[in-house]
């Protein structure tokens, strides 16, 4: 029932209210019922939907459809048991009714028990309903962790009708989750045979072909989206965050700057643009987007932080503190923008304000990785390599067996000629990934002219043939 038939329908749905009111009796008539009782289920008013229910039976007492509505409405009550007693009741007259099994799957799925869900929306199978059946199959499967059916099952549905929405992105995260990306491709090419104009199966491809790093391809296929729908928001930010992934920051930016003409006033368009000049070193630009950023929103804080880091980069520290201090008013939690107020400090040569607030940044339980190798490498840089070697081995507790971790300890020991504790480390690192051991150089290239240590690298990376 849409909208547009509920307000035709708005006198009726008002002589039902004013009945019930007037605790009297009214005579409608089963298509009037049906359509009281599926308005109020629609709205969630449970109170007037089993009103009206109860109702309905009592002028129609065998009419199937008013008895599927009262088991339909014990499901939505919880009443699942009571659901399944009326619909085998009703099975008992009304032997061939499909709408029976579909009642009685939904009960099912909501119980959790899946594959008996699976069974009745089998049997509820018709040539009306097939898509939307295949469909709740699917929904079933992927309960079960067998993506594999549902995949099969949203194929089906899908090649019924390629515009149900939900099956076409619930499939692509499917075939991502199972690997098969390449099959959701040759899929998704055969429905585009049929629906050329389809702009959210040509979206979908370009997602599977991010997911197996066909980034042109990608691109290809949301332009196609876009062209189908230039406003198609979606698309833009996917084809704009292809570009970032591939380092291609002008393209990106260029993307962006075109959806910003069909959504001005959106926060995260102007913060992406300001972000890409960032990455472009374009600092003067950036500040621009970022304050144009803040103008729609004043509390974004990473419009905050992206000022913050331009500016620092100008040398305008004061401006770059300012901005620093709002984003942790609005994040006062956030590790990485400590991080950032510290290495403000350190590009004003303040290390003992650069060391407190890395030291602030790694309090936080939420710290990510990158922040220890940041604050380890300015103080190996600083000749603090004591703390140095004990900021990695905080880091080791926090992230077991990381090889970046592993070759700067095992790097900053041996700096320090201690050998019985570097070797061991660098050993376990090797044993992780010997093919970073550029990390462990990079602390000091002296490193390549110790025996001991090139006998143990020898152990791990073959020599290259003559």
């Not at 220890?372 to 081995?393: G, T, V």
């Amino acid at each position: 029932m849409e909208n547009s038939d509920w307000e035709d329908s708005k006198e009726l749905i008002d002589n039902f209210k004013r009945m019930v009111e007037e605790n009297a009796s009214y005579f409608f008539d089963t298509d009037e019922f049906e359509d009281i009782i599926e308005y109020f289920l629609y709205t969630s008013d449970l109170e007037y939907a089993k009103l009206s229910i109860d109702a309905a039976l009592e002028q129609y007492p065998n009419n199937s459809f008013f008895i599927l509505k009262k088991a339909h409405f014990k499901l939505l009550k919880q009443d699942y048991q009571e659901a399944l007693d009326i619909l085998e009741d009703l099975e008992r007259i009304d032997t061939q009714n499909p709408d029976i099994y579909m009642v009685r799957g939904a009960v099912y799925s909501a119980m959790e028990k899946h594959k008996k869900a699976i069974s009745e929306y089998k049997r509820a199978i018709d040539d009306e309903n097939r898509a939307d059946i295949y469909t709740r199959i699917a929904f079933e499967y992927e309960n079960l962790r067998d993506y594999h059916h549902a995949i099969i099952y949203l194929r089906k549905a899908l090649n019924i009708n390629a515009n149900n929405i939900i099956a076409l992105y619930d499939l692509t995260f499917f075939y991502e989750i199972v690997k098969k990306q390449e099959q959701g491709i040759i899929f998704f090419q055969s429905l585009l045979d049929e629906n050329p104009y389809n702009k959210d199966i040509w979206h979908n491809m370009g997602v599977l072909y991010s997911a197996i790093g066909l980034y042109e391809k990608a691109i290809e296929s949301y332009d196609f989206a876009i062209t189908i729908d230039e406003t198609f928001v979606t698309a833009y930010l996917n084809k704009a965050s292809m570009f970032e992934h591939e380092g291609k920051f002008q393209k990106a930016i260029l993307t962006y700057k075109e959806l910003q003409q069909f959504h001005p006033n959106t926060p995260f368009i102007s913060f992406s643009i300001g972000e890409n000049y960032t990455y472009l070193d374009k600092y003067e630009e950036s500040l621009d987007y970022y304050k144009q950023c803040l103008a729609l929103d004043e509390n974004y804080s990473e419009a905050h932080v992206g000022l913050a880091i331009s500016n620092s980069e100008l040398k305008s520290f004061e401006k770059a503190l300012f901005h620093i201090n709002k984003a942790l008013e609005i994040e006062p939690n956030n590790s990485d923008y400590w991080a950032v107020q510290a290495f403000i400090y350190y590009q004003k040569n303040d290390l003992d304000k650069t060391y407190e607030y890395y030291e602030k940044a790694l309090s936080f339980d939420n710290v990510i990785f990158d922040i220890f190798i940041e604050f380890s490498d300015i103080l190996f840089d600083n000749k603090e390599i004591i703390y140095a070697i004990e900021i990695m081995a905080r880091a080791n507790e926090k992230f077991k067996n990381n090889p970046e971790i592993l070759y700067r300890l095992a790097g900053y020991y041996l700096f320090l000629g201690d050998k019985t504790k570097a070797l061991p480390i660098l050993e376990e690192a090797l044993q992780i990934d010997y093919l970073n051991i550029d990390i462990f150089y990079d602390i000091d290239k002296d490193f390549m002219k110790d025996k001991d240590v090139n006998a143990l690298i020898e152990k791990y990376i073959e020599k290259p043939e003559n």
